[in-house]
Structures are given as C-alpha cells and as structure tokens.
C-alpha cells in the first residue's frame, strides 16, 4: 500500500480567528492532536511551503480583488482587527491541500489528508463559517484540468455550499452533501441533478442510521459516475455532542462511512482519495479522533492498485 500523505505545519496553530483570544469556537490545536493521532500508520508528513505560485493558484476559485484583500491587506471577516500573518496561515492551509492533490496526481499518495482542509463555506469573492480560501474546490478544479474526474463527498453539520456554489458550473462533477437542515448556511435543502449537485438535508436528531442511508445512494450515485478521484470532507461536528449542532453521528456511522468512501475508491478511483478536515469544535477530544478515525479507517480500507 502506498504511504499516507499528511499536510501539517506548525504554522497551522496559528489559525485564531475572531479576537484571537482563544474564545472563537475554532481552536486550531485539533489539527495538531488529529495528526498526532495517525503517527502509528507511520505517515509521509509534508509541509505545505506555500509559494507565490499557490497564490496563482486561488484565481481559480476567487476573485483577485478578494485574494488581494486577505493576502495583502490581512483584511477579512473572519478575524479582526486586519492581520497579514492570518492571512498568510490562510494560504499556507490552502497550500497544504494543493501540496496533497500533487501527491496523488504524482502516484506518490492514495490517501492524503489535509486537517486544515476542506474550507467548504469560502465563496468566490468572499470568505464565510470560519472558512477564507475554498481549497476542495480547487482541488476539484485542478483535478479536472489535468483530466481526471473527482466527485466531491460533504459529511458536516453545514452545508458545504462554498465548494457547491463554485462548482455549480461544471455539470460533469458531482458534489454530495450531508448536512443538519435548517441551521447555518441555510442551504442545501435541495437537488439539482442537471448541475450535478445532491444533498441530504437530515433533521435535528437524525445519526447514523440516516447518515449511512445517504452514504448508501451517494455510493449509488458514484457507480453512475465513476468517479477517477474522491474529495471528502470529514467534518466532525455532527457528532453526537458538538455544540454547534443538532446531529447524532457516532464512531460506529464514521467508520461505516469511511467504508464505503474507500469502496467508492477502489471499485473507480484507483483508491486516491484526498480528505480535508473540515467542521469539529471539540478540539481537544472528538474533533480529532473522529478525522484520524476516518483517515485511519480509508487508508486500511484502500487497495494498492498502481496509479
């Protein structure tokens, strides 16, 4: 089996939004912790290094006028007052997903995971739930330049309406998202199979019994599609006692789901399969182990077919 590929730098800790005080409901320690939790598979750890080139990269899915905002002026909502170095940690996020697809791409990695990806609410020309620079959705755009087709796979308590709204264009690729209905984008209540876009809008209260009957027709709709590449973010928020959500998703639901990711990625994908963090405010406990549980369990899942 080819080596798990890992995106982490210590500069990744730097991510303290809002006042920076520590009160902001995102405490960057959980990608750390997650990291350190996936040492026993031993993975290939790479920095992310951004570069003036990934600067280049994110005109493919924002603006210039909202890059030039974040990057040059340290100017956004998610923080405050205006600082370049958040801005500058933004892209070096942004960079640890690239850094990942050029793994795969390469056929160096089948799974790579990025614990500070899958910034899925970021928009075109602005940034929004804690998310600034929409790095799954280039990831998708980067795959399909190089001729591959990726099927982009959400499981969070929001919507990931960033990646869907960027996306919307290109009706050959899918994106799937599983959500909590009714709080926070507000989206996502409905299909529109013509632009390729399907999401599963789950009540407040719904587990794993309904997360895994959405997983269930989201590997239905890949066997449709076929899919060379999975782009998944495992968000952990709507684990059972997140506080941001209502959902009831428990350890056994994570690794049933992880499951069918990894068969969705042999039986098309030739097992690549990048992942990004996405949601989870229990940084120091369930946020971390729910995404190396599920990093974990694709990994062990996937088959080494040659790339």
């Known amino acids: 089996m080819s080596k798990l590929h890992v995106a982490y730098d210590d500069v990744y800790l730097d991510w303290k939004l809002g006042a920076g005080d520590g009160s902001h409901p995102t405490n960057p320690v959980r990608a750390k912790l997650a990291v350190e939790l996936l040492e026993s598979l031993d993975p290939v750890m790479v920095k992310p290094s951004a570069s003036e080139s990934d600067r280049d990269l994110l005109s493919h899915v924002h603006s210039d006028g909202y890059i030039s905002k974040v990057l040059d002026k340290g100017h956004c909502g998610e923080w405050y007052p205006d600082q370049i170095h958040l801005g500058e940690v933004a892209l070096e996020m942004a960079a640890g997903t690239i850094r990942m697809y050029e793994k795969i791409l390469s056929g160096e990695a089948q799974v790579a995971f990025n614990p500070q990806g899958a910034k899925h609410h970021a928009q075109y020309d602005h940034s929004s739930g804690f998310c600034v620079f929409n ?17 982009y796979i959400d499981w969070d308590a929001h919507h990931g309406d960033g990646v869907e709204n960027i996306l919307r264009p290109y009706r050959n690729l899918v994106t799937a998202s599983i959500h909590q209905g009714g709080i926070f984008p507000g989206t996502g209540l409905k299909n529109e199979p013509e632009n390729g876009v399907y999401n599963w809008a789950l009540a407040n209260g719904d587990g794993d019994v309904e997360f895994l009957d959405a997983m269930q027709e989201i590997e239905l709709l890949a066997d449709d599609i076929q ?81």
């Open 135 to 151: 790095d799954m959705a280039l990831a998708a755009k980067l795959f399909m330049a190089a001729g591959l087709k990726p099927m």
């Open 227 to 307: 899919p060379d590449v999975i782009l998944l973010a495992t968000g952990a928020d709507a684990h059972h006692s997140d506080p941001l959500s209502g959902l009831n998703f428990d350890y056994p639901g994570y690794r049933a789901a992880a499951r069918i990711v990894a068969d969705i990625a042999n039986k098309h994908a030739r097992g690549r399969v990048l992942i990004g963090g996405a949601g989870g405010y229990q940084p120091f406990d369930h946020t971390p182990k729910v995404w190396a549980t599920v990093v974990s369990e694709i990994y062990s899942d996937i088959s080494n077919v040659p790339v």
